[in-house]
Structures are given as structure tokens and as C-alpha cells.
């Protein structure tokens, strides 16, 4: 392989790696050689460049006058031989996209890549939803579902179950049917503002007349785009429709956003970073290109001007901040394993965790000392290994001394093999956290690795002394993120069912202003502080009771 290497020009064009006569790897560079070299030092250490070099036995490569001409060239190669290892190849078939034809008496319908002739709705990531689409379309609008539509005498069984109106019967005006069509087109566009008034006209108009069965069927429709403008939305957005490419490591999520909507995502595992742009061209190989692409990374000019040819769009480096908000969540929510483990290996310099426990203590203002301990396995929270803790030896307000008695709580039921030995413990807190959890794990001589995670600052404390900022590695911060937050909101649901426990009496003593005969009142009135709560102002007054107990109430136990 070096020897054919060696042949390779050092000038701009386009390479191709093959097993005979059989293409398998289609690429572009500045400097062929240059770059085969490196697919050549990466097979040492990457599996997809050493799957490509050992299956070759043959390199060709075709020169360019630029790297534009490259770019253009090497998606033709790739569209025309699909090579195993291109990603591009795989999303440049197209996806799914719903059509409105331009016929007499137009129908919807589900195609791909450049099939389509009529305006075109999409793109959809999966087949299943387009064609889910589709039947919705049938059903509210009752365009026809016969194509190409024949002329019968007898409408067919799909219009006697609502599915179409039966034109090739003449059994609806062509103008009524253009009504529907600019309704179903208005629900795909998510553009109702202009149509719901034709809407409206036409059922007055029918209600006139005494078609009942024909207003019911634009009374459908008429709440089916009524709700689809109070859908959701991502407020604060210049565009209305977009396309959103949100790179997060190897993670490369796509958005879909319509009518200032977000209709549709899809997460792309990239085989390295350097992959992002030929998702992209592949993306727009046969797919409309949108008003707007947002991006958070920067990409070639090379790429830039190939999709100019595809079509007019503006292209934006600057994303919201809500809808960067949106995008995190979703894409933090299909971590791959493969992902994190790289992840911990770059920046903690050990393998992924499998398991993670969390830990946190909570009190209200020294009373009610509570902990909990939560349980992150292999990319989700087991919710089923959650444990909760009444800290016993302490109290008063002592978070170091009571986080002390729940590790070593846990970690004699660890270190006697009650529960499964985790990677590393995770404690909701700073260094002086951190200390204790270290005394702890010693003591018990547990294998662990411990780490604790600060409210404030969102910086990551660890016992090796690296200390690394959440926030600017968001794949970690999803994940420990989510373990702190977690081991918090139990260890505060389990203080505040305790204080609840302690019964109405217990409350309505603490709380001032509340004599002894309203307190019997109210015992043989409610049972619990619930019920209280939830009584309606009216009726605590005609018991004699200021309805304001219920915010002193609120104010204790919140």
C-alpha cells in the first residue's frame, strides 16, 4: 500500500481506494499524497481507516483545477458507486419528502431524492412518519388516493371511508377541491394565517345551504390548523424556516425547524469530526435546501459555494439561545456509549464508568436531615437501585459531617457486597465534598474514583486534581449534570414527604397566629395537610378560616 502511495500526485483532486474493480472509499484533498499518508498513519490507530487500507488493494485519483471541483466530483463518485465506508452515500439517496402533484386534481404522495414534480414538504427522517403524514392528509382533506386517477361512474371504497372525495366521480366541485389542496398545503407549511378565513367563508356557506356532512368535514379541518398555529414554538427566532446542524463532539444533530417550529431531529455519530461536511453535502445531495441554515461550527468555502448552486439560502454561525438550549437537551438525551468513553479518555484520562452513584444531603435548616444515593448505569438512571437515608448521628447543620455517615453507610453495604460495586461516586458539592468522600473510600479501601460537582460554578472536582470547567465539554456536563441533579431533587422530595409526615398538628403548631379552636376546626375538617391545601378559598371562609393559612403552610413546607 506505501508503494502506491508513494506514485500519488502532491496537486489538488480527488482519490478513490478500491478492492478491484469495487470502489470503497471516495475522498478529496488539497494534496493527494499528503493525505493518502495520513489514511495510511491512521489505520494504527483508527478501526475505520484500517478497515479501508487492508481491503484496498488498488488506489486511483483523478486531478482537479480546484478543490471546488473536487468537492462536486467526489459527490458524483460517491452517489454513482456508494462506497462502503462514505457516510455521504447513505443520506444522499434522500429522505422522505411529501409532494402536493400540479395535476387537475392534485394528490399527495411520498418520494425521494429527485422524484418529486410538484411542491415538495420535508424533509422527514423516516419513512414511517412521512407516509404517517400522508394518511392524516387523506383523512382531514380527502384528497384522492388513486394515482393516476381514473374516471368511474362509482367512487371506490376509500371515499366511503372518508379517505378522498371522490373526483374521479365528479362528486366535488374543482374549486372545493383546490380549497382542500391549499388547506393541506397550509398544514404542511404550517402557513394557516391566510387560509382559515376561506375556511370560514366556505362554512357559512355550506351551513346556508344545509350541508351538514360537508361542514363537518371543514369544521375538521378548520380545528386541525387551529391547532397546529398553537403548537410548539421557539420564541425569539428571526426565521421561520430552517435547518439546524449542532456539532457536540462526534455528535452531529440536525433540526428541522418550520414555521418557527421544531418538527423533526435526527443525531448523526460521525466516525470522526472531520466527517461534518460530507453529512452535509450528502443532507443536501437531493434535499430542498431551506430559507436558513444555522450551524455551530465553521464550514469550507468550498462547501459553502456548492450548496449556493443548490440553492438561495442564508447561512448563520450564530445560534439562539433558547433553541441551543432546546437542541442540548435533545442531543444529550443519545450519548453513545462509544462517545462517553472517549470523552472520559480525553479529558479524566480513564475509561468510561459503567456504573456512577450521586450523592446528596438535604435539611431544612437542620431538621429533616435526609441523603439519597442515585444510580447512573451505562448511559440512563436506574432508577430501581435508588436509595434514600435518614442521617441519623447528626443534627444540626453539618453537611460534611452528615455526608460522612452516608458513605459510610453505603460503602459498608458496597464493601459487603449488598449492592454492585460502581466506577466512581459523584457527591453533589466542592472540594471539602470531595475530602470527605476520598476519607471515606479509603477507609473502606473501595475502588472507586471520586468526584464532586459544584452548584455554582459547574466545575468538576476530582481526586487526581484535575479540575475541569461542565460547561465547556457538554457531553460530560450532560452526564454528571444530570447524576447531580438527580441525587438533588430525591434527597429534597424525601425532606419534604418527611416534614409532610409529620402530620397536620405537628404544622399548625409551628406556624403563628392559629388559636386552639381554629387548630380543632381544621382537625376535623381535613386530614392531611393535601386535603387543606387544596380546599377552595369559599370554603375555608364559611369554616371560619383565613384562606392566607395556605401560603404560611406553603412557606413551611416548601
Request: hydrophobic letters at 35%; one cysteine or more; proline letters at 4%.
Amino acid at each position: 500500500m506505501i508503494e502506491l502511495i508513494k506514485n500519488a500526485p502532491q496537486t489538488c483532486g480527488v482519490y478513490l481506494f478500491k478492492k478491484g474493480n469495487k470502489v470503497l472509499y471516495v475522498g478529496k484533498a488539497k494534496n493527494i499524497k499528503e493525505r493518502l499518508l495520513q489514511h495510511y498513519r491512521q489505520a494504527q490507530e483508527n478501526l475505520k481507516e484500517r478497515s479501508i487500507v487492508s481491503n484496498s488493494n488498488q488506489i486511483d485519483w483523478i486531478i482537479t483545477k480546484n478543490e471546488y471541483e473536487a468537492l462536486v466530483l467526489e459527490v458524483d463518485l460517491i452517489q454513482l458507486h456508494k462506497p462502503k465506508y462514505n457516510v455521504l452515500h447513505k443520506h444522499g439517496g434522500g429522505y422522505p419528502l411529501i409532494v402536493i402533484t400540479e395535476d387537475q386534481f392534485p394528490t399527495v404522495k411520498v418520494v425521494r431524492g429527485f422524484q418529486r414534480q410538484g411542491k415538495g414538504f420535508g424533509p422527514f427522517f423516516t419513512a414511517k412518519k412521512a407516509y404517517k403524514v400522508k394518511k392524516l392528509i387523506h383523512k382531514l382533506f380527502k384528497l384522492r388516493t388513486c394515482d393516476p386517477m381514473p374516471v368511474r361512474k362509482e367512487p371506490c371504497m376509500d371515499y366511503h371511508l372518508g379517505l378522498c372525495s371522490g373526483p374521479c366521480a365528479g362528486l366535488i366541485k374543482e374549486k372545493d377541491y383546490m380549497l382542500s389542496v391549499k388547506s393541506a398545503q397550509s398544514l404542511l407549511s404550517g402557513q394557516v394565517s391566510e387560509i382559515l378565513p376561506e375556511l370560514y367563508q366556505k362554512l357559512e356557506e355550506y351551513m346556508k345551504e344545509l350541508q351538514f356532512e360537508k361542514c363537518a368535514v371543514l369544521r375538521d379541518q378548520i380545528k386541525a390548523l387551529e391547532k397546529l398555529s398553537l403548537g410548539q414554538s421557539v420564541s425569539g427566532l428571526s426565521f421561520a424556516h430552517a435547518d439546524v446542524f449542532y456539532r457536540m463532539g462526534r455528535m452531529l444533530g440536525i433540526y428541522l425547524i418550520r414555521s418557527s417550529k421544531l418538527v423533526d431531529k435526527e443525531t448523526v455519530i460521525l466516525e470522526s469530526e472531520d466527517e461534518v461536511e460530507e453529512v452535509i453535502v450528502g443532507f443536501y445531495y437531493s434535499n430542498p435546501i431551506p430559507e436558513t441554515i444555522l450551524l455551530n461550527f465553521e464550514l469550507s468555502e468550498e462547501v459553502i459555494k456548492w450548496l449556493s448552486q443548490k440553492g438561495k439560502f442564508n447561512l448563520s454561525f450564530h445560534i439562539d439561545e433558547n433553541l441551543e438550549k432546546l437542541i442540548k437537551e435533545n442531543l444529550g438525551h443519545v450519548v453513545p456509549y462509544e462517545v462517553l468513553r472517549e470523552e472520559f479518555i480525553k479529558l479524566l484520562k480513564i475509561n468510561a464508568p459503567i456504573r456512577i452513584e450521586g450523592f446528596d444531603v438535604s435539611h431544612f435548616y437542620g431538621e429533616y436531615i435526609v441523603a439519597s444515593c442515585v444510580v447512573w448505569e451505562e448511559g440512563a438512571m436506574n432508577k430501581k437501585r435508588y436509595r434514600r437515608y435518614r442521617i441519623r448521628t447528626v443534627n444540626k447543620i453539618d453537611d460534611y459531617a452528615a455526608l460522612e455517615e452516608l458513605l459510610t453507610r453505603r460503602a459498608r453495604r458496597l464493601k459487603e457486597g449488598e449492592e454492585p460495586m460502581p466506577d466512581v461516586w459523584l457527591i453533589d458539592g466542592g472540594l471539602g465534598q470531595l475530602t470527605v468522600g476520598i476519607k471515606v473510600r479509603d477507609n473502606y479501601k473501595l475502588p472507586i474514583k471520586v468526584f464532586s460537582l459544584a452548584k455554582e460554578n459547574e466545575i468538576l472536582y476530582t481526586e487526581f486534581g484535575v479540575n475541569i470547567p461542565l460547561k465547556e465539554h457538554p457531553i460530560l456536563y450532560r452526564v454528571f449534570g444530570q447524576i447531580r441533579d438527580e441525587a438533588h431533587r430525591f434527597a429534597l422530595s424525601y425532606n419534604k414527604k418527611l416534614r409532610l409526615k409529620e402530620g397536620l398538628k405537628d404544622v399548625l403548631d409551628r406556624i403563628k397566629g392559629i388559636g386552639e379552636v381554629k387548630k380543632k376546626i381544621i382537625y376535623n375538617n381535613f386530614e392531611n395537610l393535601y386535603e387543606l391545601l387544596k380546599a377552595e378559598e369559599g370554603h375555608l371562609r364559611r369554616l371560619g378560616i383565613n384562606p392566607s393559612i395556605k401560603q404560611e403552610i406553603e412557606k413551611y413546607i416548601s
